[in-house]
């Protein structure tokens, strides 16, 4: 079965520092990844996803940037985290065809400070 | 106008009662409906899928879809205090790209 990893489940950072999320997902091949962020009460917002490795698009401009090393592995990154950064990010992955959801990680809970 | 619009609640309804969660969308040319629950504090978890018109069940859940009408609604029977949560409407929409474009949540409160 597949199963999707992410870590850590909770980050409190100071502003100007870097960041890197891992997602991992396992028992799937060449999935469809995505990183959303939620802030607190808010929707999910679409932040990057990614069709296979080395390839990501970008829904929002903003001071993060993502990457997919390997067909498993998906990362966010920033070099300096601002306080809009705070939330709680989600990874999800996707087998391939429409008929099928996102399943999410669990997330992690991301407070600059 | 927002691509998937549900209406933020909170939806209040009494332990054993049966909730209406209801969710429309703007593209025609979507076909495949979810809906996720998401307890505070945890990830969104995937409840139902439909893709055709008419009703679909699973246990006290109903979802239910009307492509006419472009809605989608999620029935919960004897609503249970465990309920209580932001129900997440998706929709795979052709118009961006075949991917699942998200409501932004009605929460339920389930009273006992």
């Known amino acids: 079965s597949q199963t999707i990893h992410q870590w850590p489940a909770t980050l409190v950072q100071p502003v100007g520092s870097p960041l890197s999320l891992e997602c991992t997902v396992e028992g799937t091949s060449n999935p469809n990844l995505y990183w959303y962020r939620q802030a607190a009460g808010r929707g999910l917002q679409l932040l990057f996803y990614s069709v296979g490795i080395g390839q990501i698009s970008s829904e929002v401009p903003q001071n993060l940037s993502a990457s997919r090393p390997q067909d498993w592995q998906f990362i966010l990154s920033s070099k300096k985290l601002l306080l809009s950064d705070s939330g709680f990010y989600l990874c999800?992955?996707?087998?391939?065809?429409?008929?099928?959801?996102?399943?999410f990680g669990s997330g992690t809970r991301l407070t600059v400070v | 106008q927002k691509e998937v619009e549900q209406n933020s609640g909170p939806l209040s309804v009494p332990e054993g009662a049966i909730a209406s969660l209801n969710c429309t969308y703007s593209d025609r040319g979507s076909q495949s409906f979810f809906w996720y629950r998401q307890y505070s504090g945890k990830s969104p978890e995937l409840i139902m899928s439909i893709y055709s018109n008419g009703d679909k069940e699973d246990g006290r859940f109903t979802a239910q879809l009307n492509k006419a009408s472009q809605y989608v609604s999620l029935l919960i029977r004897d609503s249970q205090p465990s309920d209580s949560a932001t129900y997440l409407c998706a929709v795979n929409s052709q118009n961006a790209g075949n991917m699942l474009t998200f409501g932004g949540g009605t929460r339920l409160m389930v009273k006992p």
């Open positions: 999800a992955w996707r087998g391939t065809g429409t008929n099928y959801g996102y399943t």
